[in-house]
């Protein structure tokens, strides 16, 4: 079992994202059944030590860092962008500050959840304005120190190859 257990550790590792218990057994030509029940060991392996990593089961199986720990990974790894949301970002760059309002005409209702994820990823900060109806979107420095821009935030227009209209996607 322990031999298997290492297998699929392996497979978890280098798929890096989220397999099913028939693929994991196709690739390693094993049964699903005894695949399944080597995982629920390794997953019982994983939580009950103290370590950086876990195993996920939520819809299949990822081996993940833990939540605790993506701080870490965030400094270490680069943001990875959608295009549509890289250009969200960009006329938020350019127009910058952009009230929301007006981000949402130049880039449409998927704006919104752009706005979200740049939020979260530190990129962007949003602050009510002073009708307290819609928000003004600036960049912040982490934004300037991912782009490695120093200056004009135009640069990334030319780094991008972005039409400066913000054109919908």
């Not at 007006?102 to 998927?110: C, F, I, S, T, Y």
Request: charged letters at 35%.
């Amino acid at each position: 079992m322990e031999e298997l257990k290492s297998r699929i550790e392996a497979v978890l590792f280098i798929t890096a994202r989220v397999v099913q218990i028939e693929e994991i057994a196709q690739i390693l030509e094993e049964s699903p059944e005894k695949v399944e029940e080597a995982l629920l060991e390794l997953i019982m392996d994983y939580s009950s030590r103290e370590g950086a990593l876990e195993i996920d089961d939520e819809n299949g199986y990822i081996l993940q860092v833990k939540e605790e720990h993506l701080d870490i990974v965030e400094k270490l790894c680069p943001v990875e962008l959608k295009p549509a949301v890289l250009k969200t970002l960009t006329v938020i760059a350019l127009k910058e500050p952009i009230r929301q309002t007006d981000l949402k005409e130049l880039r449409g209702g998927d704006c919104y959840e752009h706005v979200k994820e740049l939020v979260e990823k530190g990129l962007i900060s949003k602050t009510r304005d002073k009708n307290g109806r819609s928000f003004n979107i600036k960049t912040t420095p982490k934004f300037a120190e991912y782009f490695k821009l120093k200056g004009d935030v135009r640069a990334l227009v030319k780094t991008l190859n972005i039409d400066q209209g913000g054109a919908k996607n």
